[in-house]
């Protein structure tokens, strides 16, 4: 297994605010705190420390919670230390969060979560004897999402398994119901599903029993991934939290009377948002009027104001005078759910944690965020762009190979890649740049000639200008159509490449539509330990793993 690494910023793939975030461009400095690198996790250390959370409730919850999915962390060393460890005013987490996907999901799930167990170890080797510090990799569990088509499926092999029986939703609004409530009856057909797409072998079988156990155990979505998500990553000490808990929410009450009774978390956010759209980025997040969802264990809509005295609750009959509601809040904070807007700053109020691990459309929007982190007086964390990887397999290799598609360059879109090909054939596409570039050049003396005897002739020879260069341009595309179908073979294969390494239509990241399967089918355990042995969380690279030598061997 060989590991090369790219700039992701020369991908095409990233948007430019990651790209400028990871090159400590000085423009987006206003919209984080602490610089990816050693010197900003000291700080961020040190700041934490000041900022105490309540440490004995949030391990009494993490232990209830393992318990409700059956998990006895006595079982996993690794996992019991760190949840012990949590107690201690020195240990800090690092941290990522996702929705319950079916079976994980895509493969930025892994990533995500092998990342944060690769920043923690990191950590603790360099604060190895100093002041005792320990770190600790968190898996936070979206659990109150309702979106269910985004979490319901996954694609395998060029197949879309889709859970497509009732999941649950037993309240006024179908499809509302959250993420994490629905229940796990149903989902044996699609385990065999699952089971006839893999076939018969000793690795479909334990992992089937693998997904059996997680989903066919437990009642609930929450419990079967939280199940699942032990049992693949417990031997890392990965430590699993749903913030979807009365006790932890009461800690987050005052932010939330302060969203929906003064809208102070929009007024921050927008103003935040204005000027990180000054400095020339696009936003990820529209705040709202109201962050808060009201959550029942059937449905997760929306509050609204109806009038200045009276509050609705989108798409039901409820209805609240601010009274009441200020009442239920205070009796029942686990009916109030944060939106994409509030859950970063609930999740580090609840948490000891110097760094959060995303993708990069969330690193995107935590930087609309810091001011209210400010407001509000929590320590807004170190970001991290979690890795991201390119798996090319071995038939895949050696086709790149007898192509000449060097590995930097299968980023290309297809039409570059086909076009690069041809020109280098010996009866492939001629390139007219020389000529455009010579034409250029002439055109650009005689309009120099031109401007001497009337300036207005500029623009005549400008036009003219253009007219031969689309007059060549349009060769250079007769003679490409002409190259691509004389090789029309090759050019196939290219395709063929781009729609199997960026699927489903060569355009999009390998890692935002493929799921594990395939690989953990093919490694085991040892599938984690290869990307961990090789993630660099503070890389800003791409990894593209090569399977052209022998994987590493079984520990």
Request: proline share 5%; with cysteine; aromatic share 10%.
């Amino acid at each position: 297994m060989l590991t090369t690494t790219l700039d992701i910023s020369t991908t095409g793939y990233f948007p430019k605010i990651i790209s400028d975030y990871l090159n400590g461009k000085p423009v987006l400095k206003p919209f984080y705190k602490y610089p990816p690198e050693a010197g900003g996790f000291r700080d961020a250390v040190q700041n934490r420390k000041k900022i105490p959370v309540d440490r004995k409730t949030l391990v009494e919850v993490i232990r209830d919670q393992y318990l409700q999915s059956d998990i006895g962390t006595e079982r996993f060393d690794s996992v019991n230390r760190n949840i012990i460890s949590l107690e201690n005013p020195d240990t800090f987490t690092v941290t990522t969060g996702h929705q319950l996907c079916l079976f994980t999901g895509p493969l930025y799930f892994i990533y995500k979560i092998l990342s944060a167990v690769k920043l923690a170890g990191e950590l603790n080797r360099m604060y190895q004897g100093k002041n005792g510090c320990h770190f600790v990799p968190v898996y936070w569990m979206v659990s109150e999402d309702h979106d269910f088509r985004e979490i319901n499926h996954i694609h395998l092999f060029g197949k879309k398994i889709e859970w497509q029986a009732d999941h649950g939703c037993t309240g006024k609004v179908e499809g509302s119901k959250p993420a994490g409530k629905i229940s796990t009856e149903g989902i044996t057909k699609v385990l065999e599903e699952l089971k006839n797409i893999l076939g018969p072998s000793s690795e479909t079988d334990k992992l089937m029993n693998l997904f059996r156990s997680a989903y066919c155990d437990h009642r609930s979505i929450a419990d079967a991934t939280r199940w699942l998500v032990n049992e693949l990553f417990a031997e890392y000490g990965l430590v699993i939290i749903d913030g979807n808990d009365s006790r932890l929410k009461r800690k987050f009450t005052a932010v939330m009377e302060k969203d929906i009774f003064e809208n102070i978390p929009h007024k921050i956010i927008d103003s935040t948002s204005t000027r990180l759209k000054e400095s020339g980025y696009d936003t990820q997040i529209n705040a709202r009027e109201i962050n808060c969802f009201f959550l029942s264990v059937d449905f997760r809509e929306r509050i609204v104001r109806g009038d200045p005295d009276t509050f609705r609750i989108l798409n039901t009959g409820l209805t609240f005078s601010d009274s009441e509601l200020r009442k239920e809040l205070a009796v029942h904070p686990e009916r109030f759910s944060p939106n994409v807007g509030l859950r970063p700053l609930y999740q580090e109020t609840i948490l000891p944690n110097v760094a959060y691990v995303g993708g990069s459309n969330e690193i995107a929007y935590w930087m609309q965020l810091p001011d209210i982190f400010d407001h509000f007086k929590v320590n807004f964390p170190v970001l991290i762009v979690r890795n991201s990887v390119l798996w090319i397999d071995k038939t895949n290799l050696e086709r790149m190979k007898k192509l000449g598609i060097p590995e930097e360059n299968i980023f290309l879109p297809e039409d570059a890649l086909i076009k690069n090909y041809l020109l280098g054939e010996p009866d492939g596409v001629v390139s007219v740049k020389e000529e455009s570039d010579n034409i250029s050049a002439i055109f650009e003396t005689l309009s120099e000639k031109a401007g001497v005897i009337d300036k207005t002739f500029s623009s005549f020879v400008e036009a003219e200008k253009q007219k031969t260069l689309k007059g060549l341009h349009a060769i250079e595309e007769k003679m490409l159509r002409a190259g691509k179908k004389k090789n029309e073979t090759s050019v196939q294969q290219i395709i063929n490449i781009k729609l199997k390494l960026f699927p489903p239509d060569g355009r999009q990241l390998q890692e935002r539509h493929e799921n594990f399967i395939p690989w953990y089918l093919k490694y085991g355990q040892e599938y984690f330990r290869i990307l961990t042995e090789r993630f660099n969380p503070l890389g800003g690279k791409i990894a593209i793993f090569r399977e052209d030598y022998p994987p590493v061997p079984e520990k």
